[in-house]
């Protein structure tokens, strides 16, 4: 039997994906239609091993979280639990805490994952590479290539190619070490809480943990903590995924997941994909419609558009590579491209909104987004997707272009490159 813990972070965490997560926790904000963590826990439910899925945060538990995971326990007709932490305890600390809930039942062991990545989760190819490896404790880790110049955004591990044993592990290093990246799905066996209690019991007598003076003294990090240390051991193995992989951390990644995520669903179950019909609305590549969003059948959606519940579009209306928060509305001839448009805001007729994608190459799966920074280094605003907000109201023949507007925001003007607050 196996287990599934993913790490939510809480409401100091995903701070880059505002304003979106100021309406909801990030992990729940919906890309290609589902929440992100849904992502996760349909990956976890295709092992017939796993039993049960934990989730670790610090959030306070709230109406959105509980109907979430409800729903979502039902429709995979799997155990799903919420254990928040009293604080940010890092990526192992909150493991740590409630070891005794992650080992009840025995696990043969237990995968972790970060809330925020994205990925077609090879995860019983990974099992199978973690049964294969030499006996005795193990531990494996999910990677992925990058460029020399991106690697240096995550952990970066440096392994035997033979035995894929990792030698060498280093957390987001200052010069390049190696293109294999943490993709921050692990599959660990129970022993590693050995590990992570001694450095809990070190950090006990230390004056400070982790890096700053704000962390709890129980707050562990996987990287640095663990793997780190770990490393060249004989117990760290790398996995490394040929499939596609991103980090959701800001707005503009949310747009490249959706694209992602929407190309796994015309590859796993394309049932779920809207058709060209006679009287419906021109589809163009993948797009996914939810059943209650009303659409015009003279609308041309695609490719890479998610449309929400509740949505209602136009006649006319031109939508591509964007996602439509729930409640929405589109007016006749408006266009929407390369962006979000929050829960219940309202496009007018003939207007346009329009953002810039982050990705610099749409076709590659291997692409990382190079930066996910708001502002360059001479403080300008990057070149960015748009975003309204919920409650935006853009009106009648007006364009937004390269824009975050903040909610309940209505526009008089048309603007360009702007944060509007
Ligand atoms: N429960 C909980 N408690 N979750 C946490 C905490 C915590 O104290 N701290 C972080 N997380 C969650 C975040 O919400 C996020 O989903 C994930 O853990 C990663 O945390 P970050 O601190 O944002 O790390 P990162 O994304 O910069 O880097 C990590 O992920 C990369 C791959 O996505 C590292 O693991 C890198 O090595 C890795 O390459």
């Known amino acids: ?86 604080t940010s305890l890092g990526t192992a600390g909150g493991l740590y805490h409630f070891r005794d809930q992650i080992l009840s039942g025995n696990p043969e062991g237990f995968f972790v994952f970060n809330g925020d990545v994205c990925c077609d ?61 943490n993709g921050g799905v692990y599959l660990l066996s129970p022993e590693i809480f050995d590990r992570i209690g001694r450095v809990f019991q070190l950090n006990q007598n230390e004056i400070f943990s982790c890096d700053s003076f704000t962390q709890a003294k129980d707050c562990i990090r996987f990287e640095q903590d663990i793997f780190t240390p770990l490393a060249g051991t004989g117990s760290l193995f790398v996995f490394k995924t040929q499939g596609f ?3 959701i951390k800001s707005a503009g990644s949310a747009i490249y997941a959706n694209r992602l995520y929407l190309g796994l669903y015309h590859r796993n179950h394309p049932e779920i994909l809207a058709l060209n019909e006679d009287g419906k609305p021109k589809i163009i590549g993948d797009v996914y419609i939810h059943p209650k969003a009303n659409v015009d059948p003279s609308a041309t959606l695609g490719p890479n558009v998610t449309v929400g519940e509740n949505v209602t579009i136009g006649a006319g209306v031109r939508v591509r590579e964007s996602i439509l928060l729930p409640g929405a509305t589109l007016q006749d001839h408006c266009c929407i491209l390369n962006s979000i448009v929050g829960w219940n805001s309202l496009v007018g007729a003939w207007s346009r909104v329009e953002g810039t994608p982050s990705d610099p190459n749409p076709n590659d799966k291997h692409a990382k987004i190079d930066s996910d920074a708001l502002f360059n280094s001479d403080g300008r605003l990057n070149p960015s997707i748009t ?15 390269n824009s975050i507007i903040m909610p309940h925001k209505e526009l008089g003007l048309s603007y360009k490159n702007e944060i509007l607050l």
Not at 54 to 83: C, D, H, M, V
């Open 1 to 86: 039997m196996l287990k599934a813990v993913i790490l939510i972070g809480g409401p100091q965490k995903g701070t880059r994906f505002r304003p979106l997560s100021l309406e909801l926790p990030k992990p729940l904000f919906p890309v290609a239609g589902f929440p992100i963590i849904y992502h996760h826990i349909e990956a976890c439910c295709m092992v017939s091993e796993v039993k049960e899925i934990l989730l670790i945060g610090f959030y306070q538990p709230s109406e959105a979280l509980n109907r979430f995971i409800q729903t979502t326990q039902q429709k995979f007709k799997i155990n799903i639990r919420y254990l928040q932490e009293y």
């Open 121 to 181: 989760f090879p995860l019983n190819d990974m099992y199978t590479f973690h049964k294969n490896l030499p006996n005795g404790t193990k531990y494996t880790i999910l990677a992925t290539e990058a460029t020399r110049k991106q690697s240096l955004n995550y952990g970066c591990l440096v392994e035997n190619p033979e035995t894929h044993e990792v030698l060498h592990y280093v957390e987001k290093p200052q010069t390049f070490v190696s293109s294999i990246i």
């Open 245 to 247: 992989w991103s980090q």
């Open 387 to 401: 975003i309204l907000g919920q409650h935006v109201i853009v009106p009648d023949e007006t364009i937004v272009l």
